[in-house]
């Protein structure tokens, strides 16, 4: 029962995010996004190349963008850390905006002790770097969508939207 | 073969229509020195990131031949990208790879090139066309070949360069201005 309420909340955001004319995607697998990549397996509206490492995830978003696409790049938090440099030195220097979905591991409720050092880092270094990080609830799936989309416009640097254990539940 | 002799030749052979991804340091520097233009993204940040790039547009361009101009140590880095690039078999992407074995926008320290086998391990992760050239003649032979319409890609080229060269190249230095430049040449194409 639950499930089929994360699948059908799930739908409706891959839903909001291609009718907001995100229209590629990348990334690299994280468990608490499975219903939100294989959305992305299955959706005529976007196209999606998976990516063997974070970073080449990044460059392949990136090289979409350069051909006129509109991307996204997901992703968890241990992923993140692992790209801070391509998006300090590629995506904000040279101006390229893509939407990242990335699960906060680490998180309050966390069971795994070797998230918690990103868990508690992900939204300060973030902000350290200028970057927009918003919270995914089931309430905000919209005005999320829309925020990052009008961030990603007018700064044309990446925004992310942080996805927690459940949260779609 | 000299890098700056190397890239020279990829440069003469190279009409309006095809887009070049440099990668960082002393390569993108060549390239910009000897051509600035339109049709050029220097990748001057995010090590290693440039074939990953030049794979992003040439799956969203496939009517455009795109040429990656790469190096060994930055390849050894995201090697992934090798094997996605082979994996999807795009027909319009030639991987030209720099390979002096060493770290040469550093200060040359030696990088395991010569017994990483790049060329081979091209041909085993699914690449079309894997070709190793040791000069000018046989680089600018396999570059005319590529671009080519009957030479179907994913092409990779491991051109054997040597150490040294000018280090005192001017930097690129507006990277936003780089990126709308080069969209807006690649919005010629589908």
Known sequence: MKENVEIKLTNQFCEILTANGFNFVSGVPCGVQKYIIANFSNNSKIKHIPATRESEALGIATGAFLSGERPIVYMQNSGLMNSINDINSLLIPYKIPILLLVTLRGAPGEDAPQHLINGRSTIRILDTIGISAQILTKENMKLIAQSSKTWLKEKQTPAVILIIKGILK | ?190
């Open chain 2, 1 to 190: 073969m000299k890098r700056r002799e190397a890239i020279q030749t990829i440069l003469q052979n190279l009409n309006k229509n095809i887009a070049v991804v440099s990668s960082l340091g002393l390569i993108s520097r060549e390239l910009f020195d000897l051509k600035d233009s339109s049709q050029n993204f220097y990748m001057t940040g995010s090590m290693g990131l440039a074939s990953s790039i030049g794979f992003g547009i040439a799956i969203n361009k496939p009517n455009l031949k795109i040429v990656v101009i790469d190096g060994d140590g930055s390849l050894l880095m995201n090697l992934g990208s090798l094997a996605t690039i082979g994996h999807f078999k795009l027909k319009n992407l030639i991987h030209v790879v720099l390979d002096n074995q060493a770290y040469g926008s550093c200060s040359e320290e030696p990088s395991i090139s010569n017994t990483a086998k790049l060329d081979k391990l091209a041909k085993v992760v699914g690449y079309n066309i894997v070709k190793k050239v040791n000069n000018q003649v046989e680089l600018e032979k396999i570059i005319k070949e590529s671009l080519l319409a009957r030479f179907d890609g994913p092409i990779f080229i491991l051109v054997k360069i040597e150490l040294g060269g000018c280090r005192d190249l001017p930097r690129v230095l507006k990277l936003d201005k780089i990126t709308k430049r080069f969209k807006i040449f690649l919005s010629q194409f589908n």
